[in-house]
């Protein structure tokens, strides 16, 4: 198990989900306090009653950057310090090159890559001033090599911040500053079961048909993705940064 003992993270969209299994596992690996920024202050409450470590709820929504702003200063004001935070939540919303409208455009950009960059640029400044040997791990997509034809916009975004995150791990590695992407694959989540079932249409038992046509019979499920997350931001991962790394059972650039 990696070690993350004393650490301080940073997990957003860490009321739910992916990023709720991040918060919980980095909880389980010794983290000494987690910021969990959301929207929901209910399920924010019920998480941390869980966790064994303090923590704070950051509520934030994140398409508005004065309200990025605010989350790094709650953090620091709260636990003193950084040392890593996960940029875990994001917007999904559909449209395709011939559909998609400018606001849905507009909002995926501004939740995807403009609050991801706001809180890495406010998280590395801290890490930078006090000297933290930190970690900022982005949750993107394997969408992000192209997508489906009904992801422009999605698919647009995850690829800047694909590219931000090399840039940024290039920019911060002489302060020991490791940054890292995770193109996670298809997940089962609840906003997934959702997606799938209001907006694609999909009847309730969509994901037992779904996993049956898996390579491992399964979908990704959050939990292993905690569990890849706490790996990369402990020093089991060593000096690795810059690596956008597939995590999925579907290998990209070969075909059936």
């Known amino acids: 198990m990696p070690n993350l003992e004393g650490k301080i993270g940073i997990v957003t969209g860490g009321t739910q989900g992916v990023g709720e299994a991040i918060a919980r596992e980095a909880a389980t690996c010794g983290a000494a306090g987690i910021a969990l920024v959301g929207r929901n202050a209910e399920h924010a409450e019920a998480v941390a009653r869980t966790l064994d470590c303090e923590c704070l709820f950051v509520p934030a ?89 009904f992801l422009t916009g999605y698919s647009a975004s995850k690829g800047a911040l694909g590219t931000l995150t090399k840039n940024a791990a290039n920019a911060l590695g002489f302060h020991r500053i490791r940054v890292l992407g995770l193109n996670i694959g298809w997940t089962d989540t609840p906003n997934e079961h959702k997606v799938q079932v209001e907006t694609m249409g999909l009847p309730e038992d969509w994901l037992a048909r779904a996993e049956a046509e898996q390579p491992f019979g399964q979908l990704i499920k959050p939990s292993e993705i905690g569990k890849m997350v706490a790996f990369l931001v402990s020093s089991d991962a060593g000096i690795m940064t810059g690596a956008l790394i597939d995590y999925d059972q579907m290998v990209m650039g070969t075909y059936e």
């Not at 801290?126 to 933290?132: A, H, L, N, P, R």
């Not at 791990?137 to 034809?149: D, F, K, Y």
Request: aromatic share 6%.
């Open 61 to 149: 929504e994140l398409s508005d950057p004065d309200a990025c702003r605010t989350v790094v200063p709650a953090t620091v004001e709260r636990f003193g310090r950084v040392d890593f935070l996960v940029n875990a939540a994001g917007a999904t919303d559909r449209g395709g090159i011939l559909d998609i409208d400018l606001q849905t455009w507009d909002k995926l950009f501004d939740v995807n890559v403009r609050a991801p960059f706001i809180l890495m640029q406010d998280a590395a400044r801290v890490m930078v001033e006090q000297g933290v040997a930190g970690a900022i791990i982005n949750i993107i997509t394997m969408t992000s090599h192209g997508g489906q034809p």
